[in-house]
């Protein structure tokens, strides 16, 4: 199994930043792929940005260009940079990871909300 626990969000003005932290425990070291998602009410989960164990990344058209999933392989830590921020970005951002046996877990959120 694979713990996730996720950190950063908060209350930001349109145009701020905020970097999302993920740390990841466990059996880490079967981990195929690892990503971001957020939610609102009555939507569903929608991919954010998505990083492989190659390094290959993946992002949602809407965040393109503003947000940048990396990681830190040494802490087990993976992190959303999400800069120039908008009131559509405010959601409940989870952290994901899918093993290579098919597994997929998610940590408990982190709420991110974008007004003035």
């Known amino acids: 199994q694979v713990q996730l626990v996720e950190s950063g969000g908060g209350l930001v003005q349109p145009g701020e930043s905020l970097r999302l932290s993920c740390v990841a425990s466990?059996?880490?070291?079967?981990?195929?792929?690892m990503g971001w998602y957020r939610q609102t009410p009555g939507k569903q989960r929608e991919l954010v940005a998505t990083?492989?164990?190659?390094?290959?990344?993946n992002y949602a058209d809407s965040v393109k260009g503003r947000f940048t999933i990396s990681r830190d392989s040494a802490k087990n830590t993976l992190y959303l940079q999400m800069n120039s921020l908008k009131p559509e970005d405010t959601a409940v951002y989870y952290c994901?990871?899918?093993?290579?046996?098919?597994?997929?877990?998610w940590g408990q959120g982190t709420q991110v909300t974008v007004s003035s």
């Open positions: 994901n990871t899918v093993q290579w046996a098919g597994f997929t877990y």
């Open positions: 466990g059996n880490i070291f079967s981990i195929r792929s």
């Open positions: 990083i492989t164990s190659g390094g290959s990344t």
